[in-house]
């Protein structure tokens, strides 16, 4: 597979994720871990007829500590992101989750061969900036919406420290999702029937909104993403992720959820806008040597990354 085609089919995991707040709000009122023991139930299968093309062996290949390692990551992201937008179904909630391309960056200067310079400083701070526009615009609101808040920031953490520790994954082959998968459906649906009532969607749409989030955002994507991330460019794809808070709002503003207000649009541009600017401070010099992703064995990597040695050998 070309460098470029990898990198196009990375960019269609962005495009799916920039429905998953739409889609999140139309499932409604299935509660969050029901809604992920059922989206990553849906993604599981399709990772199994994925998986089906090479055969089931190649998942023997994949030692338990990076099962472990990508089952924590979508658990933990997805959780808090469905709980936050069941407190606060809002665009201010996806623009603040969609902080994580801006995160990742940052985090990248850990990795070998890159750092932190100033440029990363400036847009971080435009970025944060926007979502200080957003918090303050909420003025008096509830507390539940606080909470939403809050919980979709610690979801931005999440997947950010996620993506950064997968770079080191990359000879882990991409039919390792469908255990990450499967793997966060069962956990999610245990803990769904130890910690809330069942709940199905009252209408069609909402049927339809359930059933599109597990095939796309919350199956297809992380798939075509994992290609991108280990064949196509991934600055290039660094820089595109951060064109999902937009496509997100807009979603959401031509399906009657949110309004287009001013505070939105200039909150959704300064934080694009500042990712932006620290993602192409932090491309590589393509003069200098790097350490590529997949330089060390599946094995090794997962011992690192789940023992957390960010520091020692730590982007999207």
Aim: aromatic share 10%; proline share 5%.
């Amino acid at each position: 597979m070309s460098r470029a085609r990898a990198t196009w089919i990375g960019f269609t995991a962005v495009l799916m994720w920039a429905l998953l707040a739409l889609f999140t709000i139309g499932s409604a009122p299935v509660p969050p871990l029901q809604l992920n023991a059922v989206c990553f139930g849906i993604g599981g299968l399709i990772g199994l007829v994925w998986t089906a093309r090479r055969g089931v062996g190649v998942l023997r290949e994949v030692g338990w500590k990076v099962y472990a390692f990508g089952t924590a990551g979508l658990f933990g992201y997805h959780f808090l992101y469905f709980t936050a937008f069941r407190l606060s179904p809002s665009a201010e909630t996806g623009l603040i989750a969609y902080l994580w391309p801006l995160f990742i960056v940052l985090l990248s200067g850990l990795l070998p061969g890159e750092r932190l310079r100033t440029p990363h400083v400036v847009g971080a701070l435009i970025a944060f900036a926007g979502a200080a526009i957003i918090v303050l615009g909420r003025g008096g609101d509830a507390e539940g919406s606080a909470a939403g808040l809050a919980l979709a920031f610690l979801c931005a953490l999440t997947w950010s420290g996620y993506s950064v520790l997968s770079r080191r994954l990359g000879s882990v082959p991409t039919e390792s999702v469908t255990v990450f998968c499967l793997a966060t459906a069962a956990l999610s649906l245990a803990a769904h029937l130890a910690l809330e009532d069942t709940l199905w969607p009252a209408t069609g749409l909402g049927w339809g909104a359930l059933l599109a989030l597990g095939v796309g955002p919350v199956g297809v994507a992380f798939f075509t993403w994992d290609i991108g991330m280990k064949k196509g460019d991934i600055q290039m794809l660094g820089v595109a992720s951060y064109a999902a808070p937009l496509l997100s709002t807009i979603a959401l503003v031509t399906a009657g959820i949110a309004r287009p207000t001013w505070t939105i649009a200039i909150a959704a541009v300064l934080i694009a806008g500042g990712a932006a600017l620290a993602a192409r401070a932090g491309a590589i010099d393509k003069a200098r040597p790097s350490i590529p992703p997949d330089a060390l064995r599946p094995d090794q990597c997962g011992v690192s990354a789940v023992d957390g040695r960010v520091a020692a050998h730590p982007s999207d």
